[in-house]
């Protein structure tokens, strides 16, 4: 499982989820055109969502650390957008979804936004916050009590 097991194919499989949700309430006649407003807020969402990951794997980089889940950082990166939050790729991945849930007019597809949340908590956060805090212990004992998890 572990070879599929990366944050992009989950949040793919949500934003898939997510449509695939607005395309059966389309059907039922419970779906409507999203007003230009929800549309613009949405492209802007994951504007944001986007930028937040870039600016998270440049830091990572210029620590040279790893970006790929499932392995052990070479460093904990503490200082740009990790000072606002500990996870800002997986935050930009959540407001990817947002903004793809926004763009579709698609209140199904904002409740599965928490569940999104859940899964990459479960499935990558929990390690990762793990590893951190057993190679670099003080370090993440700073950081985890002056940084959210998420925002």
Known sequence: ??????????????????????????????????PYALKLLGGVLIAVGLMLMALAVFA?????????PHRVPAAI??????????????????FTLVGFSLLFANSAGMLLVPVFMAVIQRRFIVEEESWLRTKFPAEFQTWAEQTRRWL
Do not use: S
């Open 1 to 34: 499982m572990k070879r599929l097991d990366y944050p992009p194919i989950w949040l793919l499989g949500f934003m898939g989820l997510a449509w695939a949700l607005n395309w059966v309430l389309t059907k039922a006649g419970l779906g409507f055109e999203a």
């Open 77 to 94: 990166v503490m200082d740009g957008v990790y000072r606002l939050t500990r996870n800002p790729i997986y935050l930009g991945d959540a």
């Open 60 to 68: 990572m980089l210029r620590h040279r650390t790893t970006v790929v």
